[in-house]
Protein backbone atom coordinates (compact mmCIF):
# COMPACT_ATOMS: atom_id res chain seq x y z
CA UNK A 1 0.00 0.00 0.00
CA UNK A 2 0.93 3.65 0.15
CA UNK A 3 3.27 4.91 2.65
CA UNK A 4 1.22 7.68 4.34
CA UNK A 5 3.53 10.58 4.08
CA UNK A 6 3.70 9.66 0.21
CA UNK A 7 -0.25 10.02 -0.28
CA UNK A 8 -0.78 13.09 1.75
CA UNK A 9 1.88 14.80 0.07
CA UNK A 10 0.70 13.80 -3.66
CA UNK A 11 -2.91 13.58 -3.32
CA UNK A 12 -3.97 16.40 -0.27
CA UNK A 13 -4.94 19.30 -1.18
CA UNK A 14 -2.48 22.24 0.44
CA UNK A 15 -5.42 24.99 1.67
CA UNK A 16 -8.76 24.49 2.40
CA UNK A 17 -10.86 26.79 -0.47
CA UNK A 18 -8.48 26.02 -3.42
CA UNK A 19 -9.24 25.12 -6.45
CA UNK A 20 -8.19 21.75 -8.48
CA UNK A 21 -7.98 21.71 -12.57
CA UNK A 22 -7.09 18.45 -14.22
CA UNK A 23 -6.08 19.04 -18.26
CA UNK A 24 -4.96 16.68 -21.01
CA UNK A 25 -1.49 17.49 -22.05
CA UNK A 26 0.95 15.18 -24.19
CA UNK A 27 3.21 18.57 -24.18
CA UNK A 28 5.19 20.81 -22.00
CA UNK A 29 3.59 24.23 -21.82
CA UNK A 30 0.73 25.76 -19.65
CA UNK A 31 -0.76 29.00 -21.01
CA UNK A 32 -2.78 31.16 -18.81
CA UNK A 33 -4.99 34.48 -19.10
CA UNK A 34 -8.26 36.08 -18.46
CA UNK A 35 -11.19 34.45 -20.07
CA UNK A 36 -12.43 38.28 -21.23
CA UNK A 37 -9.47 38.79 -23.00
CA UNK A 38 -9.20 35.53 -25.55
CA UNK A 39 -10.89 36.88 -28.63
CA UNK A 40 -8.29 39.63 -27.77
CA UNK A 41 -5.67 37.59 -27.96
CA UNK A 42 -7.03 35.40 -30.67
CA UNK A 43 -6.55 38.82 -33.05
CA UNK A 44 -3.19 39.54 -32.02
CA UNK A 45 -1.87 36.16 -32.24
CA UNK A 46 1.25 35.98 -30.28
CA UNK A 47 3.56 33.13 -31.52
CA UNK A 48 3.52 31.16 -27.86
CA UNK A 49 -0.08 30.43 -28.67
CA UNK A 50 1.41 28.42 -31.60
CA UNK A 51 4.63 26.91 -29.90
CA UNK A 52 7.56 27.43 -27.71
CA UNK A 53 11.36 28.02 -28.34
CA UNK A 54 14.33 30.88 -28.74
CA UNK A 55 11.54 32.69 -31.89
CA UNK A 56 9.75 33.89 -28.76
CA UNK A 57 12.34 36.77 -28.19
CA UNK A 58 12.08 38.30 -31.68
CA UNK A 59 7.73 38.00 -31.65
CA UNK A 60 6.50 41.41 -29.58
CA UNK A 61 2.91 40.14 -29.61
CA UNK A 62 3.97 37.41 -27.11
CA UNK A 63 6.76 39.67 -25.23
CA UNK A 64 3.84 42.52 -24.37
CA UNK A 65 1.18 40.19 -23.57
CA UNK A 66 3.96 38.27 -21.11
CA UNK A 67 5.08 41.26 -19.40
CA UNK A 68 1.29 43.00 -19.26
CA UNK A 69 0.22 40.17 -17.06
CA UNK A 70 -2.29 39.07 -20.27
CA UNK A 71 -0.30 35.66 -20.39
CA UNK A 72 1.44 33.38 -18.30
CA UNK A 73 3.11 30.82 -19.59
CA UNK A 74 5.31 27.99 -17.68
CA UNK A 75 7.20 25.01 -18.69
CA UNK A 76 6.95 21.19 -17.73
CA UNK A 77 9.24 18.85 -16.62
CA UNK A 78 7.54 15.81 -17.84
CA UNK A 79 4.44 15.90 -20.51
CA UNK A 80 2.03 14.41 -18.09
CA UNK A 81 -1.37 16.30 -17.89
CA UNK A 82 -1.81 19.10 -15.92
CA UNK A 83 -2.83 18.32 -12.11
CA UNK A 84 -2.82 21.82 -10.21
CA UNK A 85 -4.18 23.07 -7.32
CA UNK A 86 -4.79 27.08 -7.57
CA UNK A 87 -4.57 28.71 -4.05
CA UNK A 88 -5.07 32.87 -3.78
CA UNK A 89 -3.27 34.16 -0.76
CA UNK A 90 -0.01 34.12 0.52
CA UNK A 91 2.62 32.34 -0.60
CA UNK A 92 3.33 29.35 0.58
CA UNK A 93 4.35 28.90 4.15
CA UNK A 94 7.52 26.97 5.60
CA UNK A 95 5.08 24.49 7.52
CA UNK A 96 2.81 24.01 3.79
CA UNK A 97 6.13 23.07 2.00
CA UNK A 98 7.41 21.06 5.30
CA UNK A 99 5.78 17.84 3.47
CA UNK A 100 7.93 16.83 0.79
CA UNK A 101 10.57 18.46 -1.65
CA UNK A 102 9.45 21.46 -4.21
CA UNK A 103 11.07 23.29 -7.13
CA UNK A 104 9.91 26.88 -7.02
CA UNK A 105 9.80 29.82 -9.68
CA UNK A 106 8.14 33.54 -10.20
CA UNK A 107 7.27 35.16 -9.24
CA UNK A 108 5.63 35.76 -12.34
CA UNK A 109 2.13 37.86 -12.88
CA UNK A 110 -1.19 37.97 -14.17
CA UNK A 111 -4.29 40.38 -14.80
CA UNK A 112 -7.70 38.83 -14.33
CA UNK A 113 -10.34 41.63 -14.77
CA UNK A 114 -12.89 39.06 -15.64
CA UNK A 115 -12.45 36.89 -12.59
CA UNK A 116 -12.32 34.14 -14.91
CA UNK A 117 -8.73 32.67 -15.24
CA UNK A 118 -8.18 30.18 -18.19
CA UNK A 119 -5.65 27.21 -17.82
CA UNK A 120 -4.65 25.27 -20.64
CA UNK A 121 -2.16 22.93 -22.40
CA UNK A 122 -1.70 22.97 -26.31
CA UNK A 123 -4.51 20.01 -25.97
CA UNK A 124 -7.34 22.29 -24.89
CA UNK A 125 -5.67 25.97 -26.03
CA UNK A 126 -8.91 27.25 -27.77
CA UNK A 127 -7.24 29.68 -29.35
CA UNK A 128 -3.97 29.46 -31.66
CA UNK A 129 -3.51 26.33 -33.76
CA UNK A 130 -7.18 25.13 -33.45
CA UNK A 131 -10.70 26.11 -33.37
CA UNK A 132 -13.20 25.15 -30.71
CA UNK A 133 -15.17 23.11 -29.53
CA UNK A 134 -11.72 21.56 -27.93
CA UNK A 135 -11.91 17.52 -26.70
CA UNK A 136 -10.58 18.99 -23.84
CA UNK A 137 -12.28 22.37 -22.40
CA UNK A 138 -9.22 22.89 -19.91
CA UNK A 139 -9.37 24.96 -17.00
CA UNK A 140 -11.38 27.74 -15.81
CA UNK A 141 -10.56 28.98 -12.21
CA UNK A 142 -13.02 31.82 -10.39
CA UNK A 143 -11.27 34.31 -8.03
CA UNK A 144 -11.48 37.91 -7.55
CA UNK A 145 -11.15 40.32 -10.12
CA UNK A 146 -7.85 41.68 -10.07
CA UNK A 147 -4.08 41.79 -10.93
CA UNK A 148 -2.01 38.58 -8.92
CA UNK A 149 1.73 38.25 -8.09
CA UNK A 150 2.04 34.56 -9.34
CA UNK A 151 4.39 31.72 -8.18
CA UNK A 152 4.29 28.23 -8.85
CA UNK A 153 5.59 25.13 -6.57
CA UNK A 154 6.45 21.72 -8.02
CA UNK A 155 5.95 18.62 -6.28
CA UNK A 156 9.61 16.91 -6.23
CA UNK A 157 7.97 13.19 -6.74
CA UNK A 158 9.76 11.42 -3.51
CA UNK A 159 11.69 7.59 -4.33
CA UNK A 160 9.96 5.08 -2.62
CA UNK A 161 12.30 2.08 -1.42
CA UNK A 162 11.98 -1.02 -3.55
CA UNK A 163 10.41 -3.02 -0.62
CA UNK A 164 7.61 0.11 -0.88
CA UNK A 165 7.49 -0.06 -4.31
CA UNK A 166 6.77 -3.84 -4.36
CA UNK A 167 4.29 -3.60 -2.27
CA UNK A 168 1.89 -0.95 -4.36
CA UNK A 169 -1.08 -2.44 -5.77
CA UNK A 170 -2.42 -1.63 -9.51
CA UNK A 171 -5.02 0.29 -8.27
CA UNK A 172 -2.92 2.28 -6.34
CA UNK A 173 -0.81 2.84 -9.15
CA UNK A 174 -3.77 3.70 -11.46
CA UNK A 175 -4.66 6.38 -8.14
CA UNK A 176 -1.06 7.95 -8.58
CA UNK A 177 -1.73 8.43 -12.31
CA UNK A 178 -4.70 9.66 -11.82
CA UNK A 179 -5.17 11.69 -8.56
CA UNK A 180 -1.81 13.01 -8.03
CA UNK A 181 -1.16 16.70 -7.77
CA UNK A 182 1.61 17.62 -9.16
CA UNK A 183 1.66 21.32 -9.11
CA UNK A 184 0.54 24.39 -6.90
CA UNK A 185 -0.20 27.92 -8.64
CA UNK A 186 -0.19 30.44 -5.75
CA UNK A 187 -2.01 33.75 -7.33
CA UNK A 188 -1.33 36.80 -4.30
CA UNK A 189 -3.24 39.99 -4.56
CA UNK A 190 -1.36 42.88 -5.59
CA UNK A 191 -1.68 45.44 -2.92
CA UNK A 192 -2.10 48.43 -3.59
CA UNK A 193 0.37 50.37 -4.88
CA UNK A 194 2.06 47.37 -6.72
CA UNK A 195 3.78 47.78 -9.78
CA UNK A 196 3.69 45.65 -12.68
CA UNK A 197 6.95 44.08 -12.24
CA UNK A 198 8.91 44.25 -15.50
CA UNK A 199 9.47 39.93 -15.82
CA UNK A 200 9.32 38.05 -18.57
CA UNK A 201 6.58 35.99 -17.20
CA UNK A 202 7.72 32.59 -18.44
CA UNK A 203 8.13 30.26 -15.30
CA UNK A 204 10.31 27.03 -15.27
CA UNK A 205 11.29 28.40 -18.68
CA UNK A 206 14.32 26.08 -19.22
CA UNK A 207 11.82 23.48 -20.20
CA UNK A 208 10.58 24.68 -22.90
CA UNK A 209 14.04 26.61 -24.20
CA UNK A 210 12.91 30.03 -22.99
CA UNK A 211 16.23 31.50 -21.28
CA UNK A 212 15.37 35.13 -20.02
CA UNK A 213 18.82 36.14 -20.04
CA UNK A 214 19.08 36.12 -23.75
CA UNK A 215 15.75 38.03 -23.97
CA UNK A 216 15.81 42.11 -23.71
CA UNK A 217 13.97 43.07 -20.25
Known amino acids: MLPPSYASF??????TGSQVVRIYNDGLTGLLYDQGDEEALREAAPSVLYGVGADLFDDEPTMSALREGRL???GMHEDNGIDMEVIVGAPLTAEELAGGEWLQAGPGHVHVPSGQLCIHSYNSLPIGDFEPPMDDPGGLVTLPPGRYHARLYRKEVPTLSEEASEAITADEWGRISEEAITDVLV??????GDAVPDVHNVLFGDCIDFEAENADA
Open 187 to 192: LTPFAA
Open 72 to 74: LVY
Open 10 to 15: MFDQIR
